[in-house]
C-alpha cells in the first residue's frame, strides 16, 4: 500500500491535497519512496444540498449561445453558423433542418391520405379545396404552438424547473393529448356566439371563404407576433379576423357584439386578475416560507396545502363526477386529498433525509416576529442549503402547474384552428350553415400535430420574452404566476366569463414582479406586449377582410 493510500484511509477527511510526482526509470536497485507534497487545500464550501436528482435540472442560459453546438457544426476548420433554432435547443444546424424538413414534408403529405380527402364521390376541385382548408388549419395551429404553448411553459423555463427541452418534449407530449381527447368537447368557432349564422344563409362558398381567410389572418398576425416574442391572444386573433369578416359580408347585424364587448373587457379583466393574485400568492410564499425558523420545512408543509386547493378546484370546475352541488364538492374534496396525500409522500420521499438534517443544523434562535411585519414587507429569503430545498419543493409544484395548464390548453384553444377548419370542411361537403359540426377525429390529430410542430420550431420565442424579458424567475415565483393564472382561468371558465390564458399569465408574470418592487418589472418589454395586445383584432381584422377579397375572386373562377 502506497503512503498516499495509507494516508488517505487513516483520515479521508485530511485538508490536504496529495501530489505524486511521477516515477524516474526502473532501475535494478532499491529506489526511495516517490516523494509526496502536502499543499493545503481551500477550505471546504458549505453544505450544497444536491437538487439534481430531484427535479429536471436547468440553466438559465437555454436561450444563450452554446459552445458545445457551435463545434459540433465545425467542418475543416470552418465554423458555421447556427440557425435560432438550433441555438435555442443546443443542437447542430444540420440537425435543425432536418427536423424542419420533416415537419414540412409531413404537413404537404398527410393531409392526402385524411378522411377529409379520400371519401369517394368527392370531386376533383373539392379535394383541392379541402387539401387547402387543412393546410390553412394547420398554418394556425403551428402558430398557436409557436405563440400560446409559452401560457404552460414560459415559467417553467425562465425559473430553471424545466430545460428548453424539456419543456418542449412535455408540452408537445400534453398538448397533442389534450388536443386528441378533449378537443372533441369543444365546439366550433362559429357557435361560440361572434357571428349570427343565419346571415350566411345560402352563402356557403362565401362562408367558406371567410372562415378561410380568417385561418390564414389569425396565422399570419400570430406567426409576425411569434417572430418578435410577443404573446398575444389567439382566440382575439380569430375573433378579430371572424368579426372583419362578417362585418364586410354580412354587415353590421352578423356580429354578435355583445360577445365582442365581452371579449374586449377581458384585455383588462385578464392581466389585473392574473396580476392581484399572483402577488398575493407571492407574498404569502414570502411572508409564511421564507420568513419561518426552517424554509424548508415550511415549504414542504405548504406545498400539499397548494395541491389541495388546485386538483380540488380542477375536479370540481373541469371535471365534475356528479350533477349534485354536494357530492361534486365531496368528490372534488377527495381528489384534492388524494391528491395532497401522494405530493406529500414524494416531497419527504426524496427530500426527508436532507429536511432532517437541516433540522438538526438549525440553531436555536428566535423567530422573526410577524406579528409586527407587514404583509407588504420586503422579507430577506432563505440563503444555502434551505434555499435549495424550497427550490426543490416548488420546482416539483410548478411542473406539476406547468403540465396541467398544457393539457387544459392543448383541449381548449386547439378549437381556435379545428372550429374553422371543422366548419369549413363540413360546407365543401355539404353540411348546413349553422349547425352542429362534429369534429373527426383525425381532424382533432391534425391540430395537435400542427401545434407541436410550432412549438418545436417557433415556440423557444415566446418562452423566452415569458420566462425571462418581463421579470427575473425562480420556481416560487414561477410557481405563484403559474398558480395564479390556472386558478384565474379554471374560474372564470366556470362562469362562463370570456378570459384569455396568454393575458392571465402574463399579468400573473408581472404581479410576481411588481411583489418585488416596480423595478423588477421590465418596463419595455411590457409596453411591447401591451402594443400587441391593443393591435390583435383590428389587425385580424383588416388582414382577414383582404384574404377573404382575394380568396372569393379565386373561388369564382374555380368554382
Known sequence: MTISSSLLLQNP???FQIQKHPPLHHHRYPQPPPSITLSPLPPPPLVRIRTKNLLPSATLSSFSDDNEAAAETKANGKEEELSEMAKAFHISSKTASAITVCIAVAALTLPLFMRSLTTAGLSVKTRALGYLTLLSGFYMAWNIGANDVANAMGTSVGSGALTLRQAVVTAAVLEFSGAFLMGRHVTSTMQKGILVAGVFQGKDMLLFAGLLSSLAASGTWLQVASFYGWPVSTTHCIVGAMVGFGLLYGGVGAVFWSSLARVMAS???????????????????????????NPGKAAATAAPFAVLLGVTGISFAAFPLSKTLPIALLQALACGIAGAFIVSRVIHKQLGHLLISESERIEQKEAPDLQNMSFLSDIAGPKGAQLEIVYGVFGYMQILSACFMSFAHGGNDVSNAIGPLAAALSILQGGTTGAEIVIPTDVLAWGGFGIVAGLMMWGYRVIATIGKKITELTPTRGFAAEFAAASVVLGASKLGLPISATHTLVGAVMGVGFARGLNSVRAETVREIVASWAVTIPVGAILSVLYTLILTKVLALLV
Open 13 to 15: 477527511h485530511l485538508p
Open 267 to 293: 384585455w383588462v379583466i385578464s392581466p389585473v386578475m392574473g396580476a392581484a393574485i399572483s402577488f398575493l400568492v407571492y407574498k404569502c410564499i414570502r411572508r409564511y416560507v421564507y420568513s419561518a425558523p
